[in-house]
Structures are given as structure tokens and as C-alpha cells.
């Protein structure tokens, strides 16, 4: 089932339940999805483009807890993380550290990689094989603790 039509269908379930927060994340990222969509005009948005927009606002979510935490608000922590929860859920399955530092390990190899100036390089061949299922913070953390050890 393509993202937009499983947004709906969760959407619609929402109302019907009566669950307010779980609405509004979903019609948050309905009008994000909107908005990416008017900028890419007259090209068709992409499967890929939706997952960057539901992934940007995950990385929100995740910065805004932290804020939230530091200023000891703990009432929008709790609703910040119900959100970050709901958004997660259309995402695919993300990978482990130990499957990232096994990818990681091999692109290293095969691409020669020596110092910490081949972070780039190493970077970029990464995402391409993870394709969206690993988390690029984590991916960044990894790459730079082998490259400098």
C-alpha cells in the first residue's frame, strides 16, 4: 500500500476513534507532504520524496524533545514523543548499529577509504546501500570512529 493511501485510511481511523493527537500528527504530515509536492511542481512527487518529508519531520520531532527536555518540560516532551512515535510508524524499518557497522566496514574497503578525509566518499556509498533504512547520524558517528582509528 503506497504512503498517501495508508495515510488516509489512518487518518479516517482516527477520526472515528477519537484520537485527537494521532489526528493532528497525521494532518501535519499530510499538509507536509502537500507543501514538498507545490514546491516540486509540475514533476510528481516520489516514494522517496514523501520518506525525506515523514524523515524531516522525525528529525524534528527528536530535536524538539531535546529542547524540551533541557528547558524541563516535560508536558511537551510526552506529546512530542506520542507524535515522533506516529510519525516512525511510516517509516521503514530502520537498521541496527551492528548492520550499519558491518555495511560501513565493507564500503571502507571497497573504497579504499584511509583517513578522515574520505568521509565523503564513504558517506555518500553508504546511503546508497542503506537506501533510507539507517539512521545518517548514526551512519556519520560510525564512519568517523573507524576512519580515525
Same mark, same amino acid.
Given at each position: 500500500?503506497?504512503?498517501?493511501?495508508?495515510?488516509?485510511?489512518?487518518?479516517?481511523?482516527?477520526?472515528?476513534?477519537?484520537?485527537?493527537? +494521532?489526528? $493532528?500528527?497525521?494532518?501535519?504530515?499530510? =499538509?507536509?507532504? &502537500?507543501?514538498? @509536492?507545490?514546491? /516540486?511542481?509540475?514533476?510528481?512527487?516520489?516514494?522517496?520524496?514523501?520518506?525525506?518529508?515523514?524523515?524531516?519531520?522525525?528529525?524534528?520531532?527528536?530535536?524538539?524533545?531535546?529542547?524540551?527536555?533541557?528547558?524541563? +518540560?516535560? $508536558?511537551?516532551?510526552?506529546?512530542?514523543? =506520542?507524535?515522533? &512515535?506516529?510519525? @516512525?510508524?511510516? /517509516?521503514?524499518?530502520?537498521?541496527?548499529?551492528?548492520?550499519?557497522?558491518?555495511?560501513?566496514?565493507?564500503?571502507?574497503?571497497?573504497?579504499?577509504?584511509?583517513?578522515?578525509?574520505?568521509?565523503?566518499?564513504?558517506?555518500?556509498?553508504?546511503?546508497?546501500?542503506?537506501?533510507?533504512?539507517?539512521?545518517?547520524?548514526?551512519?556519520?558517528?560510525?564512519?568517523?570512529?573507524?576512519?580515525?582509528?
Amino acid at each position: 500500500m503506497e504512503i498517501r493511501e495508508r495515510l488516509t485510511l489512518e487518518m479516517k481511523e482516527a477520526m472515528r476513534s477519537k484520537n485527537q493527537l +494521532r489526528l $493532528d500528527a497525521i494532518r501535519f504530515l499530510q =499538509a507536509a507532504i &502537500k507543501n514538498k @509536492e507545490i514546491e /516540486l511542481r509540475p514533476t510528481p512527487i516520489s516514494t522517496e520524496e514523501i520518506l525525506g518529508v515523514v524523515k524531516k519531520l522525525v528529525k524534528q520531532r527528536k530535536e524538539s524533545i531535546e529542547q524540551y527536555q533541557t528547558a524541563q +518540560r516535560q $508536558d511537551l516532551v510526552d506529546k512530542e514523543s =506520542a507524535e515522533l &512515535k506516529i510519525l @516512525e510508524a511510516f /517509516l521503514p524499518a530502520q537498521m541496527g548499529k551492528e548492520q550499519i557497522e558491518k555495511i560501513v566496514g565493507d564500503v571502507i574497503n571497497e573504497v579504499n577509504a584511509s583517513s578522515i578525509k574520505d568521509m565523503g566518499t564513504v558517506m555518500k556509498a553508504v546511503m546508497t546501500k542503506t537506501a533510507g533504512t539507517a539512521d545518517n547520524k548514526l551512519v556519520s558517528e560510525i564512519i568517523r570512529a573507524k576512519l580515525q582509528a
